[in-house]
């Protein structure tokens, strides 16, 4: 979420449930302005806040040039000090952040052993070899990093139209967008992934009959699998308010207020992903 309109945003939310106190909203509305200020960040936004046992882990972000790939991640345990996410390369860190099943303890420096699933290696349908089960230390903090990463690449959700690919490739804020409108808002299509498209280009352009290449470049929320069950859109006709959740990361919220430049999400929750949502329906 923007800290441009924070305060508009957390209303906008309250009618999932999200929230925090009124001390907390100034304190980090303030403390994200200097942060932006000390980096020099073009944009900086309000991620969200990880659950944890003795203190709650408040994410935030911010980027210089490019809004996908300049993406700087901090976190803090008091809304005042904002200390930068490390960020995670290794496949096992990965691995053991989803395996991991323990709740956030709240102290960045904590070490949890974390058991692998095992490995074989598999030639004409039979098994030649197998490894065991290899053990991994995952520090609290590289496992909120990687949480966040993931969180963000599966269900960070942005309007069509609000980014803008430059010719040099970098993307954008679009200055030109003002919203969906009543006949767009409750189209699933017009809602994309706020990540590095990983379906190739031809995929996304030629799904649509108005394709537009600097807007249309990025991964629709509608292929996210479970196809059509990872997302629920819920419009609010009386507030002029797009409410869509994401049911594979239970917390994560997106909004959007018809006819305006105003969108964002926002994730409250404990880290943990529904694995039971194919069995919902």
């Keep these: 979420m923007n800290i441009e309109y924070f305060i508009e945003g957390l209303e906008c939310l309250m009618y999932c449930g999200q929230k925090i106190t009124p001390e907390q909203k100034v304190l980090i509305e303030n403390s994200l302005i200097v942060l932006q200020n000390e980096n020099r960040f073009t944009g900086m936004y309000f991620w969200g806040r990880i659950n944890a046992i003795t203190r709650d882990y408040y994410i935030a972000f911010g980027y210089t040039q490019d809004c996908l790939k300049d993406r700087k991640f901090f976190y803090t345990l008091d809304g005042y000090q904002w200390m930068m996410l490390p960020f995670v390369h290794s496949p096992k860190i990965f691995q053991a952040t989803i395996l991991c099943?323990?709740?956030?303890?709240?102290?960045?420096?904590?070490?949890?052993?974390?058991?692998?699933?095992?490995?074989?290696?598999?030639?004409?349908n039979q098994i030649i070899s197998a490894n065991l089960p290899e053990k991994v230390k995952l520090k609290e903090e590289e496992r909120l990093a990687a949480i966040v990463f993931i969180i963000t690449e599966e269900c960070a959700v942005c309007?069509?139209?609000?980014?803008?690919?430059?010719t040099d490739g970098r993307v954008i804020p679009n200055?030109?967008?003002?919203?969906?409108?009543?006949?767009?808002?409750?189209?699933?299509?017009?809602?994309?992934?706020l990540r590095l498209p990983r379906n190739d280009l031809k995929h996304n352009l030629l799904k649509r009959s108005d394709y537009n290449y600097a807007i249309d470049f990025l991964d629709c929320i509608a292929d996210v699998i479970p196809l059509r069950q990872a997302f629920s859109?819920?419009?609010?006709?009386?507030?002029?308010?797009i409410i869509i959740k994401s049911c594979l990361w239970p917390g994560m919220t997106f909004f959007h207020k018809l006819n305006s430049r105003?969108?964002?999400?926002?994730?409250?929750?404990?880290?943990?992903?529904?694995?039971?949502?194919?069995?919902?329906?």
């Design 175 to 193: 200055q030109m967008f003002r919203g969906l409108n009543d006949l767009q808002v409750e189209n699933i299509s017009n809602y994309q992934i």
């Design 233 to 241: 859109l819920n419009l609010m006709r009386n507030e002029r308010l």
């Design 159 to 166: 309007p069509r139209g609000a980014l803008y690919k430059l």
């Design 101 to 124: 099943r323990e709740p956030f303890i709240g102290d960045p420096i904590l070490v949890t052993t974390v058991e692998l699933d095992p490995t074989f290696e598999i030639d004409a």
């Design 262 to 281: 105003k969108h964002g999400f926002l994730y409250f929750g404990d880290g943990k992903k529904n694995y039971d949502l194919l069995f919902m329906y």
